[in-house]
């Protein structure tokens, strides 16, 4: 689909990028110059096999614009997926900050996000284990506000002068540019056991929050302390939070290493089709604030970026909500050009002495610098500010603006030194006048000495579903280091965390298990951070149908019926795509064949009755792998009438699949779903779709389930 056929927002920013967007439908081909061109198929020769003329000028253009085609990526978060949108406040929060767009509900401020993965380059896949970035550019009256977000609230270290070596150590090793993409590696662990600081951000990644199933799906964390100034010059503590509407959800690592390989896209697909489809993501901004005077009445300095505020601590308010609404026009000129910076503040919103934050504001602009070619990036049409601009800042590379008149410096007496500097009238940016002294030092403060107690407060705050899925993360990712020693050391330093997992972990690598009990004594646990109680919804979930010649029309065609009624996409997958024939002749399209999909690719699986049709899927490899994977994955299955004796077909023996349903009754085990003779589908369907919204059936998982042939 075109992004031209889509419906425009009709907000300041998508005005602003009105003007440069280009349509060359029904247009005659030019040079850059504007000189229309006849044959662009054929250099200009000496003879028709005679060498290339040097002054064939559109040769010469097209080659060399070519050539420079590409930037650098970003050194960190290279790869990314962006969507415009608009935020509305949900009430004025002048009692907090005087920030503009935080004050009338009515106002709707035009944003862009850039979703994004931190450790691979461009190309590589969305479903690897890592971070994801969760970057918002607020464009709103005061300038533009970037809220430079994380979906884990923790990061690795806490001053950013370690920024280059974390970053050095998980990227690719230098030698040999191996591995892409992933934290599995020896010069990642050896840094991990290294700086302790790590260890709770490191159980963050390698929980189920490292392989989100959607960005649609992901909260987003800003990390960084920040403040609020209210128009009194009161100023809070903050940390921003978004909260997505359907809940959050991952995917399982089988499920996401499948993924890398069949469909690299995967999340950005994701997020393209459902804003496509109209399935616009939301997520609400939350805040939580702490007075300037309880700065130090917790058992963590909240200065510390590797410390999140236990929302039992100090709860989350939801203030307003953000709408991901259109797509990108252009993925160079919007997603790779767009600049965020974490020191991108409007009046109402500073910073805090978070010494990660400190370090951050300086890293952001000097990385564009070089990324996009010189100081005028501003000026790229994604980047520019709906706010007027007005400063004696001239000259530089790729200069847009035609500053006018011979002063370009301050103050000036010929322009009555203009631009003018602001007043408190006209909401000119004052920084929070915080009272600081100390001697000069590189120190860390002993406030931030505590390593694990948090990562032993989120360890105890996971369900035993996500703490097996964190345990087999560990043989996974410490599995692949090569150096022995190293894997003897995570073992020892998560033993800090807690004595089992240790002893869990030391299983499956191969080393001794720890010598002592382990552990930080606290007992506590934050019940926000599982995933477990999150927001559960069928909205926006996919399902694959499988269905061969003969297949029972009207079994397919009520359940997507009532599939599309609870918001969810179905879609019909056979051994070839075309028109498929049911028993009394009634006929369907397939539009996806066993050779351009998988049962990775949906949320559940659905396989009607029908007689010929069952026959034909039982003797197929692929429909009964759409069983097992689905099966093995915790995802929903759904089967009616003959459809169940696929499930008895596949390799797996369950009695949760094998047990054949009575009569009419609807039978449900653990998100399998099976009818026979039904004078209706409505129960079947009503559970069908309840088993959908729960996401996955964990306990599944702790089945024993054997595998015949
Ligand atoms: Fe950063 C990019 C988020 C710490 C230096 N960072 C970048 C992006 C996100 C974050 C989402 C991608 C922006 C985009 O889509 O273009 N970074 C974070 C968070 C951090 C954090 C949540 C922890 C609080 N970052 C951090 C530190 C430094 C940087 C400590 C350096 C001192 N980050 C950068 C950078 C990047 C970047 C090198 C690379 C590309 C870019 O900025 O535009 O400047």
Do not use: C
């Not at 005005?15 to 662009?40: A, C, F």
């Not at 060399?64 to 509305?88: M, N, S």
């Not at 400190?358 to 100081?375: A, E, H, K, V």
């Not at 090569?482 to 073992?491: F, G, N, P």
């Amino acid at each position: 689909m075109d992004n031209n056929d889509q419906p425009s927002m009709d907000n300041q920013k998508n005005q602003q990028l009105e003007q440069y967007r280009v349509d060359h439908r029904n247009t005659k081909l030019t040079t850059n110059q504007g000189v229309r061109v006849t044959n662009t198929d054929d250099s200009l020769k000496a003879g028709d096999r005679g060498p290339t003329l040097m002054e064939d000028f559109h040769f010469r253009e097209k080659m060399t614009h070519f050539d420079h085609e590409r930037i650098p990526e970003r050194v960190v978060h290279a790869r990314g997926f962006g969507a415009h949108g608009e935020f509305q406040v949900y009430e004025p929060m002048k009692e907090f900050t005087k920030a503009k767009f935080l004050q009338d509900p009515s106002k709707k401020t035009p944003v862009f996000v850039r979703f994004s993965t931190v450790v691979g380059s461009r190309g590589s896949a969305d479903t690897v284990r890592d971070v994801r970035g969760f970057a918002t550019k607020f464009y709103t009256e005061d300038g533009n506000y970037d809220l430079v977000a994380n979906n884990i609230p923790v990061f690795f270290i806490q001053d950013a002068i370690k920024f280059p070596d974390v970053v050095h150590s998980i990227k690719p090793e230098p030698h040999n540019e191996i591995p892409q993409a992933s934290a599995a590696h020896d010069t990642f662990w050896d840094f991990v056991v290294s700086n302790t600081e790590t260890a709770h951000m490191i159980m963050w990644l390698l929980s189920d929050r490292g392989i989100p199933r959607s960005y649609r799906m992901m909260e987003g964390f800003g990390v960084n302390t920040f403040r609020f100034v209210n128009e009194e010059g009161k100023a809070r503590f903050v940390k921003f939070h978004w909260k997505p509407k359907l809940g959050v959800h991952s995917l399982v690592w089988d499920e996401a290493q499948k993924l890398a390989g069949k469909d690299p896209d995967y999340h950005r697909r994701d997020l393209w089709e459902s804003i496509n489809m109209g399935n616009f993501p939301e997520y609400e901004l939350g805040v939580q604030m702490i007075d300037e005077e309880d700065e130090f009445k917790f058992d963590f300095d909240i200065l510390d970026p590797t410390k999140f505020w236990p929302e039992e601590v100090s709860p989350v308010r939801l203030i307003g909500k953000m709408t991901l609404n259109r797509n990108q026009d252009n993925f160079f000129a919007e997603t790779e050009q767009v600049a965020f910076h974490a020191g991108h503040v409007v009046p109402g919103i500073d910073f805090s002495n978070d010494p990660l934050l400190q370090g951050r504001l300086f890293s952001y602009t000097d990385t564009q610098l070089l990324r996009l070619s010189g100081p005028n990036f501003h000026e790229i049409p994604i980047n520019r500010p709906i706010a007027q601009v007005n400063n004696n800042q001239r000259d530089g590379f790729h200069r847009r603006s035609i500053d006018r008149g011979e002063v370009s410096y301050s103050p000036n007496s010929l322009r009555n030194n203009s631009p003018i500097p602001a007043s408190d009238e006209d909401n000119g940016f004052t920084h929070y006048a915080e009272k600081v002294e100390g001697q000069k030092v590189r120190k860390r403060s002993g406030s931030f000495a505590d390593h694990f107690r948090q990562a032993t407060l989120f360890w105890n705050s996971m369900s035993e579903a996500e703490k097996q899925h964190i345990i087999k993360a560990f043989h996974f990712e410490v599995g692949s280091v090569r150096d022995k020693q190293i894997k003897q050391r995570v073992v020892d330093m998560f033993n800090n965390v807690d004595g089992y997992l240790a002893r869990q972990i030391a299983e499956g690598i191969g080393v001794n298990p720890p010598a002592s009990p382990g552990g930080t004594g606290v007992t506590a646990s934050s019940p926000a951070v599982s995933q477990e109680k999150t927001v559960k919804t069928a909205q926006t979930r996919k399902v694959a149908i499988l269905i061969e010649e003969g297949f029972n029309y009207n079994h397919v065609t009520e359940v997507m019926t009532a599939l599309a009624g609870a918001g969810v996409a179905a879609e019909l997958i056979s051994e070839k795509q075309g028109m498929m024939t049911g028993e009394h002749g009634q006929q369907l399209e397939v539009t996806k064949s066993y050779a351009t999909t998988a049962a990775i690719m949906y949320d559940a699986l659905f396989i009607p009755g029908g007689r010929m049709s069952t026959d034909k899927l039982k003797g197929l490899k692929d429909p009964k792998e759409f069983v097992s994977d689905t099966f093995f994955h915790a995802k929903t299955i759904g089967a009616v009438n003959e459809g169940v004796e696929l499930l008895t077909a596949s390799n797996i023996q369950q009695p949760m699949l094998a047990d054949a349903p009575q009569d009419g009754t609807v039978h449900s085990d653990l998100g399998v779903v099976k009818v026979v003779n039904a004078p209706d589908l409505n129960a079947f369907n009503q559970e069908f779709t309840n088993a959908i919204a729960q996401h996955r059936h964990w306990m599944r998982e702790k089945q024993d389930t054997k595998i015949s042939g």
